[in-house]
């Protein structure tokens, strides 16, 4: 911290504060970089140590890494970063300390907040924030790298109307610069000279740093109203690191505790309007917040916003935890995973009043707030808004040791996050009839709130972990159901959020509202859902109530899409007159009508009627059914479970039309439907037979194969199959199980 004594500012490090263990405890207080003999570790154990740092220049602000514990002080126009590092006094023991390395020598500004987090440097005036990176390379880099000094060309358009102001500059005006944004490497534009100057010891300059620019941005005051300068100025300059921790270790089965960083956050904000940036791998402004009084300060968490007022504490939502999901799973925005979208607007959860409030800081769950009565402003304050259900609940409060009256000190818990849900639930359940989009952002708000508690678990109580993957698939769930009945564009999402559910297709389906008569709307992402799930090789059998009622679905809503469902293994119980009325009176206008066909036959193959099945097959070529099959495989090849299931058609024209069988599966894996290996297995199901036996069906395939155009490598393969078949046939004088469909005649020709 920065201290002031005897007129003299100057910065200090105090470490091992729990051994301080009353007021009469001993302190050691010693310079920066000072030895500490073995004989005294045993005192440093048990005291609190005061570090001074001293400087050349006077402190004005100081930050912590709170991921390495780095110092960085700001002074005018230079920051002095102090690594921290411990000093091994025995083997059993090692005290803190720091090492002046590196002095940023930046012109033009004078800090007033500054950050530092990972070689991230954040540095704001009173109307400008500037961002940096401190990156490493090898000692031999280019030169240039290592002083990145702006073109003379900027820096002389920046210096230009500074002299100017200062010639014309009197009582009678005011002159401000342009407010500005320049992001990524542009922000070199800024006019501002940096220049870094290592500072360690020689024997341990490893690396060769240099800059990288990711952010300027300046404001201009809004002079249209008679303000004072203090309603002008930034404040609450904070980076914000967001971890992980709780990833599965190397051998799959423990937590590993360690914290993995996921990305990085800038917030500053102005009295009126807060600015949230996200500023790794790309520099992107993702929320900007309007507060309904003047904000005093403000402290940013994954989780909310908080901000304070002369006499309120209101709270914020944000959206750390969706920018992370995005970066961090590369599966997110697909048919797979799904998250609200960061450019969501963020709102407002709650306002409590506080009557003078001063200060704000944050520690894990708990909110500190300091305060300062006064009395002739307590009379004229105004009544507190109304709260929502998302409150917080003041623990303690209590009055600091030797100060003034009207001083306070407030402990504020932050509502648990399952708790937080569980309210914004509720409150959604409201919309519960009329599904609307200020629902699904009520939801979204309550989504990303477990799924940025669930990002770091290193603060969780046993069995909170549990609570929150539970809360955070229920949240899943109830946005599927969203989406899946609301007529949006956003419709698709259904899918994602089911999945992510852990629901299964009959548990989705029993959350609909059925209608017991014909005035039932389906909507673009319940249909989008069942389709998909349909198609894929679900493990699941559907009732053959919700069979039906999924058969009627598709009959109204998509006909298109009615063979394909009609043809799942999730479909299995359907009644097959049931199926047969729906395909029946089918328009084939539009689509496939062979695909019909051969849907209709394997329907009349379930009813028992083989004439009716003749009907059909009759009614196209063979080359057409072949490209029905082609359209459609599961008419013929069914996995369950991950094995090859033939089908019921498929067995019937084994025995009656094993030609069709054998092209309509070599049409299937001309167009990639199925494997080379699937197909053998596939043949050697059908007809009964093991891994070592080889059936003559399967000899018809290989030979099907062997006479249309292959690649060199399947074809040397397949004859290397079909000579080791014949040569063993000969060798033991053993028959074809079945007549084959070629003559050796054919085969030559």
């Known amino acids: 911290m920065i201290e002031e004594k005897n007129g003299a ?65 700001g002074c005018t126009d230079q920051f002095v970063l102090f690594t921290l590092k411990y000093q091994v006094v025995s083997e059993e023991f090692s005290v803190l300390d720091f090492e002046r390395s590196l002095v940023i020598h930046i012109n033009s500004i004078t800090p007033v907040e500054i950050s530092f987090c990972l070689g991230y440097v954040a540095v704001m005036s009173d109307l400008e924030v500037l961002i940096l990176k401190l990156e490493s390379g090898p000692k031999n880099a280019e030169r240039v790298n290592h002083h990145p000094h702006s073109t003379s060309n900027t820096v002389n358009q920046a210096e230009g109307p500074s002299s100017e102001t200062s010639q014309l500059e009197s009582d009678d005006f005011v002159f401000c610069q342009k407010p500005m944004e320049l992001l990524g490497e542009k922000s070199r534009q800024s006019g501002m000279s940096i220049t870094l100057e290592p500072t360690g010891l020689a024997e341990e300059k ?24 203090d309603d002008v100025r930034l404040h609450s300059l904070q980076l914000l690191p967001v971890y992980q921790t709780g990833s599965p270790s190397s051998d799959g089965e423990k937590l590993s505790q360690e914290k993995e960083l996921l990305s990085l956050f800038c917030f500053f904000s102005l009295p009126h309007v807060g600015y949230l940036y996200m500023v790794v791998k790309s520099v992107e402004l993702m929320s900007v917040y309007q507060y309904p009084e003047t904000a005093r300060q403000a402290v940013l968490t994954p989780q909310f916003l908080h901000v304070i007022t002369s006499n309120n504490l209101q709270c914020f939502t944000v959206r750390c935890s969706a920018a992370v999901a995005r970066e961090d799973d590369p599966y997110m925005d697909t048919t797979l995973k799904a998250c609200p979208p960061v450019s969501m607007d963020v709102c407002a959860l709650r306002i409590q009043l506080f009557i003078g409030l001063k200060a704000i800081c944050h520690f894990k769950n708990h909110i500190i707030l300091l305060t300062k009565a006064d009395p002739e402003a307590t009379e004229e304050r105004r009544e507190s808004p109304k709260r929502t259900p998302s409150r917080k609940n003041a623990s303690v409060q209590m009055r600091p040791p030797g100060a003034g009256p009207g001083w306070n000190v407030y402990i504020v818990d932050t509502v648990p996050p399952v708790q937080l849900y569980k309210e914004m639930v509720d409150y959604s359940n409201t919309y519960k009839t009329v599904r609307t989009q200020s629902c699904i952002h009520l939801l979204s708000e309550a989504h990303l709130l477990i799924r940025a508690a669930l ?135 539009g689509f496939s009508s062979v695909l019909v066909t051969l849907t209709r036959a394997a329907v009349a193959l379930k009813l028992g009627d083989l004439d009716l099945y003749r009907k059909e097959m009759q009614s196209h070529t063979e080359m057409q059914l072949v490209c029905g099959f082609i359209l459609e495989p599961r008419l013929l090849i069914q996995q369950r479970k991950g094995q090859i299931v033939p089908t019921q058609f498929a067995v019937h024209l084994k025995e009656t039309q094993p030609g069709l069988l054998v092209a309509s599966v070599l049409g299937l894996q001309k167009n990639n439907k199925i494997g080379i290996e699937e197909a053998d297995s596939f043949f050697k199901v059908l007809c009964g037979k093991g891994e070592d036996s080889t059936p003559q069906l399967l ?24 000579t080791s078949q014949y040569i063993w046939r000969l060798s033991k004088r053993q028959l074809p199980d079945t007549t084959p469909l070629r003559t050796s005649e054919d085969l030559v020709r």
């Open 206 to 229: 490893a690396e060769y740093l240099y800059i990288q620019h990711l952010l300027y941005r300046r404001f201009t005051p809004d002079i249209s109203f008679c303000v004072s300068s």
């Open 699 to 722: 000899v018809d395939f290989w030979e099907a194969q062997l006479v249309s155009c292959l690649p060199d490598v399947v074809l040397q393969e397949l004859c290397f199959k079909l």
């Open 455 to 589: 990002m770091d678990t290193q603060q969780l109580e046993p069995g909170e972990r549990a609570e929150l993957v539970e809360a955070f698939k229920e949240s899943c769930g109830h946005l599927g159901d969203c989406y899946s009945r609301l007529a949006t564009q956003h419709a698709h999402l259904a899918l994602p959020y089911y999945k992510m559910s852990s629901l299964s297709l009959a548990e989705v389906l029993a959350r609909v509202d059925w209608a017991e008569d014909e005035s039932q709307k389906y909507e673009r992402g319940l249909i989008f859902y069942i389709n998909h799930s349909l198609y894929e090789n679900l493990d699941e059998e559907l009732s053959g109530e919700l069979a039906a009622r999924v058969a009627e679905m598709f009959r109204v809503a998509e006909p298109k899409q009615l063979p394909h469902i009609l043809c799942s293994p999730s479909m299995k119980n359907i009644d097959p007159s049931l199926a047969w009325s729906c395909l029946r009176g089918l328009d084939t206008c």
């Open 9 to 73: 500012t100057f910065v200090r490090a105090y470490a091992n504060w729990r051994r301080k263990r009353s007021e009469s405890s001993r302190v050691c207080v010693r310079m920066v970089g000072h030895s500490v003999e073995a004989p005294l570790s045993e005192a440093f154990r048990d005291q609190m140590s005061i570090v001074e740092i001293p400087l050349s220049e006077v402190p004005l602000c100081i930050s912590c890494c709170p991921v390495k514990g780095d110092l960085l002080v």
